[in-house]
Structure formats: structure tokens, C-alpha cells
């Protein structure tokens, strides 16, 4: 674990957990259409205008199954890099805090709508966020 780590990259670090969601999700759609193209015989009888047919059927599968596991790989990769992040966050021991990174990193929420959700003043949740930031251990890549 590191410990020297700036608040900015902290911040920057946890910001990453909704961009990661976002690929994953991105990765999933590409999965299906590779699915679906698989499933669809009409792309091998009916090739794109410039293009040959692929005369293999299992030539056609092969590619397409190598795409998929690729896209696969990415986004287990993805889905282990945002569980990392949620480990980091439910290791801060104030509950409160880890709820205000939550609220803010995990859900997207603003400091100033986290603040009327908690019922504290806007001063006391940047102060929390602070020190949860300063109490945040992020692994090393």
C-alpha cells in the first residue's frame, strides 16, 4: 500500500470508479453484438459491398469467439480495478467518511447535495472529505 500518495491523486484515483462502470458497460454492449454476429449467418452470405464472404463458417466463428475473449479479458480486468476501489473506500474506519466518498465517488453525487443527505453544514463535509482523503490507502498498480 502506499501511503505518499497526493490528495489530487487520491481524488483522481476514486473519480476512476464511474469511468471504469461506464467501459465495462461499453465492453458488455460489444460482447453481445459479437454474439449476435455469431448467431447471424446472414454476414457470412451477405458481405459488406468491397468485401469477401468468408467461405468457413468455423474460419468466421473463430474470429469472432477471439474477439469476444478478448473483450472478455478487458472487462474482467475493468470489474477487478472498481473492486479495488470499493476495497479502499470500505477500509476507512469512520463511517461517516466512508459513506461522504461513497456518496461522492461512487454514486456521483456533490458535496453540496451530500451535505443536505447527511444534514450537516457544506464547511463540515469538505472537512470530512478531507480527512477521509488524507485517511484513504490506495493500492500500488
Known amino acids: 500500500m502506499q501511503?505518499?500518495?497526493?490528495?489530487?491523486?487520491?481524488?483522481?484515483?476514486?473519480?476512476?470508479y464511474r469511468s471504469t462502470l461506464w467501459?465495462?458497460?461499453?465492453?458488455?454492449?460489444?460482447?453481445?453484438?459479437f454474439q449476435s454476429f455469431s448467431n447471424t449467418p446472414s454476414y457470412?452470405?451477405?458481405?459488406?459491398?468491397g468485401t469477401q464472404a468468408?467461405?468457413?463458417?468455423?474460419?468466421?466463428?473463430?474470429?469472432?469467439?477471439?474477439q469476444i475473449a478478448r473483450l472478455q479479458a478487458?472487462?474482467?480486468?475493468?470489474?477487478r480495478y472498481y473492486?479495488?476501489?470499493?476495497?479502499?473506500?470500505?477500509?476507512i474506519e469512520d463511517p461517516t467518511e466512508q459513506t461522504l466518498l461513497?456518496?461522492?465517488y461512487i454514486h456521483g453525487n456533490t458535496l453540496e447535495s451530500i451535505a443536505e443527505t447527511l444534514n450537516?453544514?457544506?464547511?463540515?463535509?469538505?472537512?470530512?472529505?478531507?480527512h477521509a482523503l488524507e485517511h484513504l490507502t490506495i493500492p500500488a498498480n
Not at 23 to 33: F, G, K, P, R, V
Not at 44 to 49: A, D, G, R, S, Y
Not at 54 to 63: I, K, N, P
Not at 74 to 79: C, D, G, N, Q
Open 3 to 16: 501511503n505518499n500518495i497526493s490528495i489530487d491523486q487520491k481524488k483522481q484515483y476514486l473519480k476512476s
Open 23 to 33: 467501459n465495462i458497460q461499453l465492453l458488455e454492449d460489444e460482447i453481445h453484438m
Open 44 to 49: 457470412i452470405i451477405h458481405p459488406v459491398c
Open 54 to 66: 468468408f467461405t468457413d463458417y468455423t474460419s468466421y466463428r473463430t474470429q469472432i469467439d477471439t
Open 74 to 79: 478487458k472487462r474482467l480486468e475493468s470489474i
Open 83 to 91: 473492486r479495488k476501489i470499493l476495497q479502499c473506500i470500505s477500509t
Open 102 to 104: 461513497r456518496l461522492k
Open 120 to 130: 450537516y453544514s457544506l464547511r463540515q463535509i469538505h472537512n470530512i472529505h478531507r
